[in-house]
């Protein structure tokens, strides 16, 4: 069973691409971070969904973020 939240989700999506073809489907997921930072045949880490590249970042922002990143050992070859 679905939430009220994941349904409306759903629905965003089918709003989002409902329109498009499946070419213009994957055009645009190919147009993601993940896809960019990601090797021919290599998995794309999930967490690159959190990626933006609208983000304006500080160098201090840069040094914390790798601070979190070592802490929670995401600086593996898989994440860095």
């Known amino acids: 069973m679905?939430?009220?939240q994941e349904i409306a989700l759903?629905?965003?999506v089918i709003d989002l691409l409902g329109p498009g073809t499946a070419a213009d489907a994957s055009e645009m997921s190919?147009?993601?971070?993940g896809w960019k930072l990601a090797s021919?045949?290599?998995t794309i880490p999930y967490?690159?969904?959190?990626l933006s590249e609208d983000l304006k970042l500080t160098s201090a922002d840069m040094t914390s973020g790798w601070a979190v990143?070592?802490?929670?050992?995401?600086?593996?070859?898989?994440?860095?």
């Not at 190919?30 to 971070?33: D, F, G, P």
């Not at 967490?47 to 959190?50: D, E, H, I, L, P």
């Not at 990143?69 to 860095?80: I, N």
């Open 47 to 50: 967490q690159s969904v959190f």
């Open 40 to 42: 021919i045949n290599e």
């Open 69 to 80: 990143a070592k802490e929670y050992g995401l600086t593996e070859p898989a994440f860095a």
């Open 10 to 12: 759903i629905d965003a």
């Open 2 to 4: 679905f939430t009220a």
């Open 30 to 33: 190919h147009r993601l971070s």
